[in-house]
């Protein structure tokens, strides 16, 4: 039984706004963006923050520059090369990443219809899949924060720790996807390629890293770094520890249904991509010219011997950040150049061979 009753008022007011409702429904779904006259653009490489955008500068010549309405204050405008690669940067969060992403899309100063889009950032790292200064290419992304939290000492004694999928009994429940940003999942095409093309590159490393990495007992944590396949988690808040680290495995597990294995966490791809598939359903952007990049700087979880404070609290002292930044362009340009150089068989989609 209800637990109110609609008066007469109520109720005329409730089925005009029903029917405006159902009406705007139907004309958004008619309506169809209008064509850009943009600048047609190959490759956009998606960075999060200044230094990771630096690298690619650092390499490639971006001699134009559009300013776009909407961009972050810090990041106002993408830089363009003469042969059709482009970079922005968004700002660092989901926030800033959904709004600079949009704010590209809707701007349409560039044709977007048939770019390929390199999110490339760095990330903390798993020791179980990678070490620092690792390139890591993922097939999903997961968001981690979306989930209810319990204060972790309140939790049940048979769970791990304080969270649970939202609207779910117990930590080890898939939830039911009501906010359709929780995972997505990647062109397999394009993955394969992005990987193989990056698979033999020398990646940078430095005398910190190795250091550090040598503290753990266990490849490859303590290996060099090197091109690996696995996936991503996005959240807005970082974590550090061994419970939490195994709270990221667990729910990446749930969340795509055993087939992904977490390795890296960093904060905004489920942001970034949830706006690339808005614009995807005005024929703005193809979902299947999306690869994901990220290289480790830190470790998520400390070796034997080092707490979960210190592990965030000196994450610098790692020594994976350079490498890190370094290595995004050493394991990305391999499937930008790629795309641009053979642009004939790449404009129509990822060639199968």
Wanted: charged share 20%; glycine share 8%; with cysteine.
């Amino acid at each position: 039984m209800p637990r109110f009753a609609l008066t007469p008022l109520v109720s005329t007011f409730f089925a005009a706004a029903l029917a405006a409702s159902v009406c705007s429904s139907a004309l958004a779904a008619k309506t169809k963006a209008p064509k850009t006259h943009g600048q047609p653009v190959k490759v956009m490489i998606i960075s999060m923050f200044g230094p990771e955008a630096q690298v690619w500068h650092d390499h490639l010549k971006f001699d134009r520059k559009v300013a776009i309405p909407g961009f972050s204050p810090d990041y106002p405008a993408v830089g363009c090369t003469s042969d059709g690669i482009c970079q922005m940067t968004t700002g660092m969060g989901h926030a800033n990443a959904a709004a600079s992403v949009s704010a590209l899309i809707w701007s349409r100063q560039f044709d977007l219809s048939k770019t390929y889009f390199l999110i490339a950032g760095i990330a903390g790292i798993d020791p179980q899949q990678g070490t620092v200064g690792s390139a890591a290419w993922a097939r999903y992304l997961v968001d981690f924060g979306i989930q209810w939290e319990l204060d972790a000492r309140e939790a049940p004694a048979d769970w791990q720790g304080g969270y649970l999928g939202i609207n779910t009994k117990s930590p080890v429940e898939k939830p039911p996807l009501d906010y359709r940003t929780e995972v997505f999942q990647l062109n397999e095409t394009l993955l394969q390629r992005a990987v193989a093309l990056s698979k033999g590159v020398e990646l940078v490393d430095s005398k910190e890293a190795a250091a550090f990495r040598a503290k753990y007992t266990y490849a490859p944590a303590n290996q060099p770094p090197s091109v690996i396949q696995c996936d991503t988690l996005a959240g807005d808040t970082w974590f550090s520890g061994t419970r939490l680290g195994q709270r990221a495995r667990d729910f990446t597990r749930i969340m795509t249904d055993g087939k992904g294995t977490y390795c890296t966490t960093q904060q905004e791809d489920n942001a970034t991509y949830e706006a690339l598939k808005r614009g995807a359903a005005s024929g703005l952007v193809d979902l299947n010219r999306i690869a994901d990049l990220r290289t480790a700087s830190d470790f998520d979880r400390p070796p034997d011997g080092m707490s979960d404070v210190d592990n965030l609290l000196k994450y610098q002292e790692q020594g994976g950040f350079v490498p890190a930044v370094q290595n995004l362009y050493r394991a990305g340009y391999p499937l930008v150049h790629a795309i641009v150089s053979d642009w004939a068989h790449y404009k129509d989609g990822v060639p199968a061979q």
